[in-house]
């Protein structure tokens, strides 16, 4: 099963987070200077191309996090092999408090499709939280003519094989497991046309060059400018950002429960000081109202900024989902 964290525990974590915060962020920053951190500016590596969903979120923190800390926070988008490259880089990195990674979804699913990617996360990363959760949406330019995500099935099974096209944002993205997973329980096969990250799936399902799209939050401000229209989602319940969209299993298709996420880590080895200082101020930029509304209402987050200990445990159940779907699917990439 895919974890879920309610608005209520979402409040509740939250004020716990911001209460202990009160007293620890008064004395870290003397801690901080005290021990020479941070030692000039830091880097928080997007393993994406801008325009995607991980590099919404890290430009949106990105402000905040260096008026907290006082020092310069550069965003540094690393992208390749589905966020793998740039996470490999943080891996290696030295765990001094200077280097951070925003993850996205193909952080739980790559293990079983690459399983030589240079690092282990449970091994080389430190988790520091799960910042939100969110569905994927089933979404088709406005020129198409489907009102349904049935449909848009009822013509892959009229048309010959792979007639249909359903963009993602990647090879081993979560979206493109979950179109397997949505081609086994359907028996029809779709053109599966893989983008480089959300900003270029977005701006493709945007520019009427696919038929149907799924993705995260980066397809959203489509969605609300009318260019492209939500077919389905994802997940188990209908999201509270989505409440007229119907999941999948509401269109037919049984079984599937997939979230998106993103999360904050550190090299491993990282000191505990320091990853509680930036969990603690992670806390506070998400709490402001101007982040708070983008992450909700932008971005379609439901926002978690979990313990360290629970994002790691969400890291661990959620790879050992997908490794399932891959090997129940015979899913490869090239």
Not at 169 to 179: I, R
Not at 271 to 283: A, F, G, H, Q, T
């Amino acid at each position: 099963m895919q974890s879920r964290i309610s608005k209520a525990s979402h409040r509740a974590i939250t004020r716990r987070g911001l209460l202990a915060g009160a007293a620890a962020g008064l004395a870290a920053p003397a801690l901080a200077q005290q021990d020479g951190w941070p030692r000039g500016p830091i880097r928080l590596v997007a393993p994406y191309p801008p325009g995607g969903t991980i590099d919404a979120v890290s430009r949106l923190f990105q402000p905040g996090l260096q008026a907290e800390l006082g020092t310069p926070v550069v965003v540094e988008n690393r992208a390749g092999a589905g966020g793998t490259m740039g996470t490999a880089h943080v891996a290696r990195s030295a765990p001094d408090g200077q280097t951070f990674v925003l993850v996205f979804d193909s952080h739980v699913t790559n293990p079983a499709l690459m399983p030589n990617r240079g690092f282990d996360s449970a091994r080389d990363l430190a988790p520091i939280t799960l910042i939100g959760t969110t569905a994927l949406l089933i979404a088709t330019p406005k020129a198409r003519a489907w009102q349904s995500f049935p449909q848009v099935v009822d013509a892959a099974r009229r048309g010959p094989p792979e007639a249909i096209s359903c963009a993602t944002n990647g090879n081993g993205t979560m979206a493109h497991l979950v179109l397997a997973q949505m081609q086994g329980i359907l028996g029809v096969q779709f053109l599966h046309v893989p983008y480089g990250g959300g900003g270029p799936l977005a701006t493709a399902a945007a520019g009427n060059q696919t038929d149907i799209a799924m993705g995260a939050a980066a397809l959203s401000g489509h969605v609300a400018s009318g260019l492209v229209r939500p077919l389905a989602q994802t997940g188990a319940r209908r999201s509270a950002k989505y409440p007229d969209v119907p999941t999948l299993a509401d269109c037919g298709v049984p079984g599937i429960d997939a979230v998106s996420f993103c999360g904050l880590l550190a090299p491993a080895g990282t000191p505990e000081p320091i990853l509680r200082r930036v969990r603690e101020v992670m806390i506070r930029v998400a709490e402001t109202p101007t982040v708070n509304e983008r992450l909700r209402e932008g971005l379609g987050f439901d926002i978690a900024m979990s313990e360290p200990e629970e994002f790691g445990r969400f890291i661990a159940t959620q790879t050992a989902t997908w490794q399932r779907v891959v090997t129940e699917n015979r899913i490869r990439i090239e």
